[in-house]
């Protein structure tokens, strides 16, 4: 069977700009607008986006560059791609492996923030959350997520609809919808941070933001900045990998990495300049956790004309951002089951949706039935963005950067980093090699460890 595996034919990215399109697609989505601003909210603010940048920048880039060598190498799904780029019968397969579980995790609570968004547009087109008052929105979003069969229904509807959008072999139209409307949820941002900057508190928010605490930032607030530069590139669990085997060969891998890590961390400052103005003017609680972006948005469109059209633009477009990451998320497990077990494309993707059906209502119950249910005192929801962002995903890179840094080795990375010689990067990808060899293993492990208080 593996030969066979090795052999169905694979479809590619035809353009460079839609190669750094669909990567984009995949970076950003709910967790520059609900992830970003709640951690950092909770975590302290400045501080936390300080460790968050240099997180992205250390570890992040160069992991990121390694993943999607790799994946484009093998041309393979990140399974089969290590075992064919490893010596034999070592078995760095696994983090494929530790990848697709990640995957699973990370689908199940992040399939019900797109059902909150999603809810969202058609409380938005009711009208009934636009308000500046904490009381209603707070009391909105409360009511939404304590109510089990809302919770459980718009999430199992999202599911429907992406597999929907799998079966139905229309990905590539989505991802052409998403390429052109993304530029709106740029403007869109663009003008709530105007809004926002108006607001009485703003200079409040932007020292919140930008102006660091260094006494807040603990071990764990590193762990979890850490984790979110990993969530937030989609790296750590194979999405990139499996987005590389689709790179054309001519390709410049760490350009177009560049690019998309520059434009989403653009968007998620767009999203902070948005959220924590008006979280201070309004009196919210920049701790509020997941619950955030929710209540606060809501607020900042009560204070604009055509407020209430505006914001179900909002939701409109956060929910195609999600759409676009929940593809890239999905596409995992369902090359996985379809490569490395032989079922066909549509098979896998229905056995993917009924896992996560399955796996996902835990999350979906999390505020209700089984608000009492926890595990290492955290409800399924927290546990799963825990177990995924702040263990898998740096456990991951840790072993990517470990396979090229001592087993691949310098002359493979550099010959499949720069095109076989093709473009002229040597001193950019022996940085990386050393970043890769060195630097990134270590400081994931030390931020893992202190993390974890396992040190
Ligand atoms: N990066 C995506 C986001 O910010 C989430 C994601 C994580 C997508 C991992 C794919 C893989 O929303």
């Known amino acids: 069977m593996a030969q066979h595996n090795i052999t169905i034919s694979r479809a590619g990215f035809t353009s460079a700009f839609g190669v750094l399109a669909a990567t984009l697609g995949s970076a950003v989505g709910l967790g520059n607008i609900w992830k970003f601003p709640y951690l950092t909210g909770a975590n302290g603010g400045a501080g936390f986006l300080l460790v968050y940048v240099l997180a992205t920048l250390l570890v992040g880039l160069p992991v990121m560059i390694a993943e999607i060598t790799l994946g484009r190498q093998a041309k393979a799904n990140p399974i089969t791609a290590l075992q064919a780029l490893a010596p034999k019968r070592q078995p760095w397969w696994l983090i494929g492996a530790a990848g697709m579980v990640a995957a699973f995790l990370i689908l199940s609570f992040y399939s019900e923030v797109v059902a909150w968004v999603f809810a969202y547009v058609v409380k938005a087109l009711r009208g009934t959350i636009l308000s500046s008052d904490r009381q209603v929105t707070e009391a909105a979003f409360s009511a939404l997520i304590s109510d089990p069969l809302q919770s459980l229904l718009w999430q199992w509807g999202v599911l429907v609809f992406i597999g929907g959008i799998l079966l139905l072999g229309v990905t590539k139209g989505i991802e052409a919808l998403t390429k052109k409307l993304m530029p709106l949820l740029f403007l869109l941002l663009l003008l709530l941070c105007a809004v926002s900057l108006s607001l009485d508190?703003?200079?409040?928010?932007?020292?919140?933001?930008?102006?660091?605490?260094?006494?807040?930032?603990?071990?764990?607030?590193?762990?979890?900045?850490?984790?979110?530069?990993?969530?937030?590139?989609?790296?750590?669990?194979?999405?990139?990998?499996?987005?590389?085997?689709?790179?054309?060969?001519?390709?410049?891998?760490?350009?177009?990495?560049?690019?998309?890590?520059?434009?989403?961390?653009?968007?998620?400052?767009?999203?902070?300049?948005?959220?924590?103005?008006?979280?201070?003017?309004?009196?919210?609680?920049?701790?509020?956790?997941?619950?955030?972006?929710?209540?606060?948005?809501?607020?900042?469109?009560?204070?604009?004309?055509?407020?209430?059209?505006?914001?179900?633009?909002?939701?409109?477009?956060?929910?195609?951002?999600?759409?676009?990451?929940?593809?890239?998320?999905?596409?995992?497990p369902v090359v996985i089951f379809h490569e490395r077990l032989g079922l066909s494309r549509p098979k896998a993707t229905l056995l993917t949706i009924f896992l996560l059906a399955i796996l996902g209502s835990g999350c979906a119950l999390s505020n209700s039935t089984l608000a009492d249910f926890k595990l290492f005192g955290l409800n399924l929801f927290d546990l799963f963005d825990f177990v995924s962002s702040n263990i898998i995903l740096p456990a991951d890179g840790i072993f990517i950067a470990l396979f090229i840094g001592w087993v691949w080795g310098i002359d493979n990375f550099r010959s499949a980093v720069s095109n076989r010689g093709q473009l002229h990067n040597r001193s950019l990808s022996q940085g990386v090699f050393f970043l890769l060899r060195y630097v990134s293993p270590l400081l994931i492990l030390l931020v893992m460890l202190k993390g974890l208080k396992l040190f």
């Open 201 to 332: 508190k703003a200079a409040q928010g932007l020292a919140f933001l930008f102006n660091p605490d260094f006494s807040k930032i603990t071990a764990s607030v590193v762990l979890t900045a850490m984790g979110l530069a990993f969530f937030k590139l989609s790296i750590g669990m194979g999405t990139m990998m499996t987005y590389g085997s689709y790179f054309r060969d001519d390709q410049n891998i760490p350009k177009t990495t560049l690019q998309v890590m520059s434009a989403d961390l653009c968007v998620s400052m767009l999203a902070g300049i948005a959220i924590f103005p008006a979280v201070f003017t309004f009196g919210f609680a920049p701790a509020a956790g997941p619950a955030l972006v929710f209540i606060t948005i809501p607020a900042v469109f009560s204070q604009i004309p055509m407020g209430q059209a505006l914001m179900v633009a909002f939701f409109v477009l956060a929910a195609v951002a999600a759409t676009g990451a929940m593809l890239s998320l999905m596409e995992v």
